[in-house]
C-alpha cells in the first residue's frame, strides 16, 4: 500500500475514537501487551517517562522532550491526538516517523490486527514503541491517551511518573468524581518509580494519589508544594518567568524565557522543573543551562502547535486546544487580558461532550462565529448556535473554522482580538496553523 493507503486502512479497519468517541473506547492492557509481545516487547528496551493528567499533558511531554535534547539525548516522543498529519503523533528529536516505517509497520502486523481486533489507539502505541527501538532513543516521553490505568501506554514501567493536573473531563470512562478520576490517573504510578505532581488542587484529589504512591512505595513530590513560577513579562513573543524555591523564597532560576505562554504553563513548568531535578538526581546529565535552552524553544525543537498560539496581529487572532471547563477558564481569562477591542470568538465542540458549562465561562458581550470541526463526533453548528443562545452568546453559525475565522477577521477593527477553540479538531482545521 501507499502511504495514503495505509493511513486510510488504520482510521477505517480500526475503532478511532477521535472519530467516534465512546464506541472506539477499548480499555485494559492485554491487546497492547500482546501487540508489543509480536514485537518483542520494544518498550523495554530504553528508559521511558510516563506523563498523565487532565490538562497539560502535552505541553509538559513536549517540554520534557525539549529538555532532554537539549540535554544531549536521542528522544522519542509519542502523543495524542495529531493536529495535522498522523506522523505528528510518533517523533525523534522532533522529525515525525518517517511514511516508510508506517507502511512496513501495518503491513507487517496485519495478521495480529486481524487476530486481536485492536483499537486504533493500540496499534498506535504499539507502532511508537517500536519506532523508538528501531530508532535507537536513548529515551522516550510517552504520554497517556486518557485515564492512565487502563490507558494503552500504561504497559510501561517508566523512569519517572508524571500527573500534570486532575479535573473533569471524559466522565462517562473515568467517573463523575474528581476522586475517581484522580485514582485513574495515579493508576500510572509503579512500584518504586517517583512521581511528580505538577499541583496540589484540593484534598480529595491528593489523597487519592498519595494513598496510589504509598501502596506502591513510590516517592512523591506535589512540585507546586516546593517549586513556584512567578509570571515576570511577556516580551519578544516569550514568556519570562522566575523559579523559586517555595521553602526559602530564593530564585532558582531568574528570568527563565518560555515560547509557550499560555497562563496555564506556569503550573506546568513548575512539574516539568520539579522532574528535571528527580531525574537528575537519578543520574540523568540535566543542567538549568540545558533547560533554559529548550523552554525557549520547545515548538522550535517539537513542532508543538496550538497551545495559547497567536496566528495574526491586527486584529490579533489566538487559538488553543483547551477543551474542557478547567481548560477554558483559564484561557478564556487570558483572553481577556489582551484584547483591547472587541472581543469575537470562533468556537466548535465535538458532539459527545456537555458543553453546557463550557458555554457558560463565555462572555455575552462579544460577537460568536459558530462552526464544526470536520470530525464525526462533530457538534453542528446550527444546534451549537441554539444552546449558546440559552446563554445568552449570540451569532451566525459558518460550515468549518476557516471560513469562520475570514468572516471574523473581516469584521474585525485592528484592535480587536478572535479567540478560535471549544475542541482540538477545530484548531487542527484552522488552515494557517
Wanted: charged fraction near 20%.
Amino acid at each position: 500500500m501507499t502511504y495514503q493507503e495505509t493511513i486510510g486502512y488504520l482510521y477505517e479497519r480500526l475503532p478511532v475514537f477521535q472519530n467516534i468517541g465512546a464506541r472506539a473506547f477499548k480499555p485494559g492492557l492485554h491487546t497492547t501487551r500482546e501487540l508489543c509481545k509480536s514485537l518483542g516487547d520494544p518498550q523495554d528496551k530504553y528508559p521511558t517517562i510516563h506523563i498523565a493528567g487532565t490538562n497539560g499533558k502535552g505541553s509538559t511531554s513536549h517540554m520534557l522532550a525539549a529538555v532532554l535534547q537539549e540535554s544531549g539525548y536521542r528522544v522519542g516522543l509519542y502523543t495524542s491526538p495529531h493536529l495535522k498529519d498522523f506522523r505528528e503523533r510518533i517523533r525523534v528529536n522532533g522529525a515525525c516517523v518517517p511514511e516508510e516505517f508506517i507502511i512496513q509497520f501495518v503491513d507487517d502486523q496485519k495478521s495480529n490486527i486481524d487476530r486481536l481486533s485492536p483499537s486504533f489507539f493500540e496499534v498506535t502505541v504499539a507502532m511508537a514503541f517500536s519506532y523508538f527501538e528501531k530508532a535507537n532513543v536513548d529515551v522516550a516521553v510517552i504520554e497517556v491517551g486518557m485515564g492512565g490505568r487502563l490507558d494503552s501506554t500504561n504497559i510501561i514501567t517508566p523512569e519517572l511518573s508524571v500527573i500534570t493536573n486532575i479535573s473533569f473531563d471524559h466522565m462517562q470512562f473515568l467517573g463523575d468524581t474528581l476522586g475517581k478520576i484522580a485514582g485513574e490517573k495515579a493508576g500510572i504510578i509503579k512500584s518504586g518509580i517517583p512521581v511528580v505532581v505538577s499541583e496540589y488542587q484540593n484534598d480529595e484529589i491528593s489523597n487519592v494519589i498519595n494513598a496510589a504512591a504509598a501502596a506502591a512505595d513510590a516517592p512523591l513530590i506535589f512540585a507546586s508544594e516546593v517549586i513556584e513560577v512567578d509570571f515576570v513579562a511577556l516580551l519578544d513573543g516569550q514568556m519570562l518567568v522566575d523559579v523559586r524555591d517555595k521553602a526559602s523564597g530564593a530564585i532558582v532560576s531568574g528570568r527563565l524565557a518560555a515560547d509557550l505562554t499560555g497562563a496555564y504553563q506556569l503550573k506546568n513548568i513548575a512539574g516539568v522543573w520539579a522532574a528535571c531535578d528527580v531525574l537528575a538526581l537519578k543520574g540523568w546529565k540535566i543542567t538549568d543551562d540545558s533547560i533554559r535552552s529548550a523552554l525557549k524553544s520547545v515548538s522550535a525543537i517539537t513542532g508543538l502547535k496550538g497551545r495559547w498560539q497567536q496566528l495574526r496581529q491586527n486584529p490579533d487572532v489566538y487559538c488553543d486546544t483547551a477543551h474542557n471547563t478547567a481548560g477554558l477558564t483559564i484561557t478564556l481569562a487570558q483572553f481577556e487580558t489582551v484584547c483591547r477591542g472587541r472581543k469575537r470568538f470562533v468556537v466548535g465542540f465535538v458532539g459527545d461532550k456537555d458543553i453546557s458549562t463550557m458555554l457558560s465561562l463565555f462572555p455575552q458581550d462579544a460577537q460568536y462565529y459558530f462552526c464544526q470541526p470536520s470530525n464525526m463526533r462533530a457538534l453542528k453548528a446550527q444546534e451549537l448556535q441554539s444552546r449558546a443562545l440559552e446563554h445568552g452568546l449570540v451569532g451566525k453559525t459558518f460550515g468549518n473554522v476557516n471560513e469562520a475565522l475570514a468572516a471574523a477577521i473581516k469584521d474585525s477593527g485592528p484592535e480587536d482580538a478572535i479567540y478560535v477553540g471549544g475542541s482540538t479538531f477545530v484548531v487542527a482545521d484552522i488552515e494557517s496553523l
